[in-house]
């Protein structure tokens, strides 16, 4: 097509740029003048961005991203953010420090600082395995009965907070060990069924009555000593009552076979090297406000 | 990015008849110079704004005493504790239907002034029209009346025309900073604010309101003017359901006026209509119509054509009034020579407007003087929905908020109810049975109560009610709540 003369579509009267494929032209429609100018707008607002604020990657043999002369950090702000928080928090976090677990569970002021912050910090590193609200799951007790493995009072929550269970580290970590019955073949699969019925029986589901009563003496033998001799549990092991209707891992008959066969010792960290006291002292005042405090 | 067109018949444009261009819908804004008017309705519309301007501007300085550690601000609306102040009304955010029932209220009353009146809210007190007409009398003051300003326009640029749209802009800009910078005045308190503005000590989003509402009154008032009633604006559209041929409105007499056209003095009146096509009712009119037209939609009935209509009927001798506050129904008798009937003020929707505004006010006058100074709302724990203790029975927790809208502490008696056999406990308090238990508030107070209700088992899913009961005052308020239980 001739360079000197504007080739225009019959069909709509705009010009077309002269290109055509198999009959279909490309009409020229230029952007709008508004447009260009607001996308020019934003390449010079790129390059001032990259300026003042960090832009551009690592580059080989140049240390870490550059910082651009306003020296921005997001991960500098979120620190000095959350120092904020914790020097407001100060003199508050105090009085959690000088008060008794008991004065703060009863004090209207204190109580409500340490349910708000109880709240937040059990969000935060607890409802991970204990659930929103200390609803638990399997293999993570329920916290908002009154069902406790150890000790649901003030000061036994605040125990198992700082130093945890069966925590590797804390020597006064809250200990007790399970042993493998079947797993380590100190019984036999028989063994283990008829202990099966047994705590079926103790709980007072359906179970096979004969199996049961066969495994009367090997329970006292192997399991009385923490379950006590009529399986209501020991709270100094953290041996858990057989008679209720309260299982940490499952209460059908397959369920407490798998227990005894292979044992269940589950863990909890000690908190004391995480948080800080007064976070603690909150943490144990919310659980036991959750709902079972004893 | 270009736009690609088929080409189906390679042989098109020879043969057949080619399609018209199509036709451009769009209009091109034309620029309104409205003329300065004199007269009464000249003046009313100096006062209004006047008026409309000082509350704007001075409300929130004035100072409204309300006791001890509460703002003394009249007009606040106070975001930070979540409290509406209106002189002697406060308004907590549990009272927030009384902010819907003064929208209503609002609208009724427009609805209510536009079927008496017409658009007189359109044309003397909102603020598009009040900041416009002063933007007009910024820009009359550096580039002169309607003359000047044409001529200044399609002049090339010189010193004179860039320092006097300078000034008019810079000035704008001044009254737009100023317009957005008391808006914040109301959400915060005003002489605290106002110095912290200057200080950088005000907080971010008073940094951010003032500067929106700054450009917002710049262009608004500046550039946009008339098309933001006629375009933006849906009151335009909606008016046009609400007024009827029985309203006043601004009206151009075309019984008085037709036939119209120019006239010389040696001429007579037989014959003629008094419209001697002089044309000044449209050179004033801030929206840039002519009102012979009839009503229209732009018409924001700011009744400047009749103050210039009148100045020319007096200057040729003839009586005022030929555009003025009239009904339609009154034209047309009229141009049929037939008496018009009687502006008539008590008709079925002024009655029915007015009777609504009562009602309506009266149920707020009376829901604000016997308003409950408690409240309780209840929130349940959603997890766990509920346990089961070891003895059986089942519990659900609850977070009870009490609230105190009196300046003295108050003991509130919480009983809880609805279950056979339900016992309560309050955390931090020694109580664990069914009986009411009194739990102290503070002053001004929302406080929170942790409470956990429990059932013997089989009580399934069932309703309690919490009551908090003032035994001084009497006040009682009850509120309903679930309790969880297993499906049997």
Redesign the interface.
């Given at each position: 097509m001739a360079n000197d003369i504007r080739d225009v579509d019959d069909h709509s009267g705009v010009e077309t740029t002269g290109h055509s494929w198999d009959g279909i032209k490309e009409l020229n429609n230029p952007l709008p003048r508004w447009w260009l100018f607001v996308w020019y707008g934003t390449i010079i607002w790129a390059a001032i961005y990259m300026i003042f604020m960090p832009a551009l990657p690592a580059l080989p043999g140049l240390g870490t991203n550059t910082t651009g002369l306003r020296n921005h950090s997001d991960r500098d702000l979120v620190a000095a953010a959350v120092a904020d928080l914790k020097s407001a928090r100060v003199a508050q976090s105090a009085s959690l420090l000088e008060a008794s677990l008991e004065e703060i569970e009863t004090d209207r002021s204190l109580q409500q600082f340490a349910l708000a912050m109880g709240e937040s910090l059990f969000g935060d590193n607890c409802a991970t395995c204990h659930g929103a609200g200390g609803r638990g799951a399997v293999g993570y007790p329920m916290l908002a009965d009154d069902v406790w493995l150890w000790d649901g009072t003030l000061d036994g929550i605040e125990y198992t907070l700082r130093h945890g269970i069966r925590h590797e580290g804390d020597d006064a970590t809250r200990f007790s060990m399970m042993p493998s019955f079947g797993r380590d073949g100190l019984l036999s699969s028989d063994q283990i069924d008829g202990l099966t019925h047994y705590v079926l029986r103790g709980s007072g589901q359906p179970h096979d009555m004969e199996a049961a009563a066969n495994v009367a003496d090997l329970y006292q033998a192997q399991c009385a000593s923490c379950h006590g001799a009529n399986g209501t549990g020991d709270r100094l092991q953290g041996a858990p009552n057989l008679t209720d209707q309260e299982w940490l891992f499952g209460g059908s008959e397959a369920a407490i076979y798998n227990t005894i066969y292979n044992a269940r010792n589950s863990h909890m960290p000690a908190w004391q090297d995480r948080l800080d006291d007064a976070s603690i002292k909150a943490l144990a005042v919310y659980v036991h406000t959750l709902g079972g405090g004893e | 990015?270009?736009?690609?067109?088929?080409?189906i018949h390679?042989s098109?444009?020879q043969g057949g008849p080619?399609?018209p261009?199509?036709k451009d819908l769009y209009a091109k804004r034309l620029q309104i110079y409205p003329k300065l008017a004199h007269g009464r309705f000249r003046l009313v519309k100096w006062v209004v704004m006047a008026a409309t301007l000082a509350v704007y501007y001075l409300l929130p300085w004035l100072r409204w005493d309300r006791g001890m550690g509460i703002p003394n601000q009249a007009v606040l609306a106070d975001f930070q504790s979540e409290k509406f102040y209106f002189f002697f009304i406060e308004i907590w955010p549990q009272d927030i239907h009384f902010l819907a029932g003064l929208l209503i209220l609002a609208a009724l009353g427009l609805f209510l002034i536009t079927s008496l009146l017409g658009r007189v809210w359109c044309g003397y007190t909102c603020p598009q029209t009040v900041w416009t007409d002063l933007y007009i009398w910024v820009e009359r003051a550096f580039e002169g009346d309607r003359a000047a300003r044409m001529r200044l326009d399609h002049a090339p640029w010189s010193f004179n025309k860039a320092w006097r749209k300078l000034g008019k802009h810079t000035v704008w800009l001044v009254i737009a900073f100023w317009t957005g910078g008391v808006f914040i005045l109301y959400w915060h308190d005003a002489p605290t604010v106002a110095q912290g503005w200057f200080t950088g000590a005000a907080p971010l989003s008073a940094y951010w309101f003032a500067g929106i509402l700054t450009l917002t009154t710049y262009f608004l008032a500046g550039w946009m003017r008339e098309q933001v009633c006629t375009y933006m604006c849906p009151w335009p559209r909606i008016q046009g359901a609400l007024t009827d041929e029985h309203a006043l409105n601004v009206t151009y007499r075309y019984d008085r006026g037709e036939p119209r056209g120019p006239k010389r003095k040696s001429e007579s009146w037989d014959n003629r209509g008094d419209c001697i096509d002089c044309d000044q009712c449209v050179q004033v009119c801030p929206v840039g119509i002519d009102i012979r037209n009839g009503s229209q939609l732009e018409c924001i009935h700011c009744a400047l054509c009749i103050d210039a209509c009148d100045e020319m009927m007096t200057k040729i001798g003839r009586p005022t009034g030929l555009i003025a506050y009239d009904t339609d129904i009154a034209v047309a008798a009229r141009a049929a020579h037939q008496t018009p009937p009687k502006f008539r003020i008590l008709r079925s929707r002024i009655i029915l407007y007015t009777l609504l505004i009562a009602g309506i006010g009266g149920l707020m006058v009376w829901g604000l003087a016997t308003k409950a100074t408690i409240e309780a709302n209840v929130l349940k724990?959603?997890?766990?929905p509920y346990?089961?203790?070891?003895n059986g029975r089942i519990?659900n927790?609850y977070t009870l908020k009490l609230v105190n809208k009196v300046s003295e502490p108050r003991m509130m008696q919480v009983s809880i109810t609805g279950i056979e056999g339900l016992t309560f406990a309050v955390?931090?308090?020694e109580h664990a049975d069914d009986s009411p238990i009194d739990l102290?508030v503070e002053a001004f107070g929302v406080?929170?109560y942790?409470i956990?209700v429990s059932a013997p088992e089989g009580a399934g899913q069932r309703q309690i009610s919490i009551s908090v009961h003032d035994i001084e005052t009497g006040e009682t308020d009850t509120n309903r709540a679930s309790f969880r239980g297993p499906n049997q």
């Amino acid at each position: 097509m001739a360079n000197d003369i504007r080739d225009v579509d019959d069909h709509s009267g705009v010009e077309t740029t002269g290109h055509s494929w198999d009959g279909i032209k490309e009409l020229n429609n230029p952007l709008p003048r508004w447009w260009l100018f607001v996308w020019y707008g934003t390449i010079i607002w790129a390059a001032i961005y990259m300026i003042f604020m960090p832009a551009l990657p690592a580059l080989p043999g140049l240390g870490t991203n550059t910082t651009g002369l306003r020296n921005h950090s997001d991960r500098d702000l979120v620190a000095a953010a959350v120092a904020d928080l914790k020097s407001a928090r100060v003199a508050q976090s105090a009085s959690l420090l000088e008060a008794s677990l008991e004065e703060i569970e009863t004090d209207r002021s204190l109580q409500q600082f340490a349910l708000a912050m109880g709240e937040s910090l059990f969000g935060d590193n607890c409802a991970t395995c204990h659930g929103a609200g200390g609803r638990g799951a399997v293999g993570y007790p329920m916290l908002a009965d009154d069902v406790w493995l150890w000790d649901g009072t003030l000061d036994g929550i605040e125990y198992t907070l700082r130093h945890g269970i069966r925590h590797e580290g804390d020597d006064a970590t809250r200990f007790s060990m399970m042993p493998s019955f079947g797993r380590d073949g100190l019984l036999s699969s028989d063994q283990i069924d008829g202990l099966t019925h047994y705590v079926l029986r103790g709980s007072g589901q359906p179970h096979d009555m004969e199996a049961a009563a066969n495994v009367a003496d090997l329970y006292q033998a192997q399991c009385a000593s923490c379950h006590g001799a009529n399986g209501t549990g020991d709270r100094l092991q953290g041996a858990p009552n057989l008679t209720d209707q309260e299982w940490l891992f499952g209460g059908s008959e397959a369920a407490i076979y798998n227990t005894i066969y292979n044992a269940r010792n589950s863990h909890m960290p000690a908190w004391q090297d995480r948080l800080d006291d007064a976070s603690i002292k909150a943490l144990a005042v919310y659980v036991h406000t959750l709902g079972g405090g004893e | 990015m270009g736009q690609t067109t088929l080409n189906i018949h390679p042989s098109a444009g020879q043969g057949g008849p080619t399609p018209p261009p199509p036709k451009d819908l769009y209009a091109k804004r034309l620029q309104i110079y409205p003329k300065l008017a004199h007269g009464r309705f000249r003046l009313v519309k100096w006062v209004v704004m006047a008026a409309t301007l000082a509350v704007y501007y001075l409300l929130p300085w004035l100072r409204w005493d309300r006791g001890m550690g509460i703002p003394n601000q009249a007009v606040l609306a106070d975001f930070q504790s979540e409290k509406f102040y209106f002189f002697f009304i406060e308004i907590w955010p549990q009272d927030i239907h009384f902010l819907a029932g003064l929208l209503i209220l609002a609208a009724l009353g427009l609805f209510l002034i536009t079927s008496l009146l017409g658009r007189v809210w359109c044309g003397y007190t909102c603020p598009q029209t009040v900041w416009t007409d002063l933007y007009i009398w910024v820009e009359r003051a550096f580039e002169g009346d309607r003359a000047a300003r044409m001529r200044l326009d399609h002049a090339p640029w010189s010193f004179n025309k860039a320092w006097r749209k300078l000034g008019k802009h810079t000035v704008w800009l001044v009254i737009a900073f100023w317009t957005g910078g008391v808006f914040i005045l109301y959400w915060h308190d005003a002489p605290t604010v106002a110095q912290g503005w200057f200080t950088g000590a005000a907080p971010l989003s008073a940094y951010w309101f003032a500067g929106i509402l700054t450009l917002t009154t710049y262009f608004l008032a500046g550039w946009m003017r008339e098309q933001v009633c006629t375009y933006m604006c849906p009151w335009p559209r909606i008016q046009g359901a609400l007024t009827d041929e029985h309203a006043l409105n601004v009206t151009y007499r075309y019984d008085r006026g037709e036939p119209r056209g120019p006239k010389r003095k040696s001429e007579s009146w037989d014959n003629r209509g008094d419209c001697i096509d002089c044309d000044q009712c449209v050179q004033v009119c801030p929206v840039g119509i002519d009102i012979r037209n009839g009503s229209q939609l732009e018409c924001i009935h700011c009744a400047l054509c009749i103050d210039a209509c009148d100045e020319m009927m007096t200057k040729i001798g003839r009586p005022t009034g030929l555009i003025a506050y009239d009904t339609d129904i009154a034209v047309a008798a009229r141009a049929a020579h037939q008496t018009p009937p009687k502006f008539r003020i008590l008709r079925s929707r002024i009655i029915l407007y007015t009777l609504l505004i009562a009602g309506i006010g009266g149920l707020m006058v009376w829901g604000l003087a016997t308003k409950a100074t408690i409240e309780a709302n209840v929130l349940k724990d959603r997890s766990p929905p509920y346990v089961q203790l070891s003895n059986g029975r089942i519990q659900n927790g609850y977070t009870l908020k009490l609230v105190n809208k009196v300046s003295e502490p108050r003991m509130m008696q919480v009983s809880i109810t609805g279950i056979e056999g339900l016992t309560f406990a309050v955390v931090g308090f020694e109580h664990a049975d069914d009986s009411p238990i009194d739990l102290p508030v503070e002053a001004f107070g929302v406080d929170r109560y942790r409470i956990l209700v429990s059932a013997p088992e089989g009580a399934g899913q069932r309703q309690i009610s919490i009551s908090v009961h003032d035994i001084e005052t009497g006040e009682t308020d009850t509120n309903r709540a679930s309790f969880r239980g297993p499906n049997q």
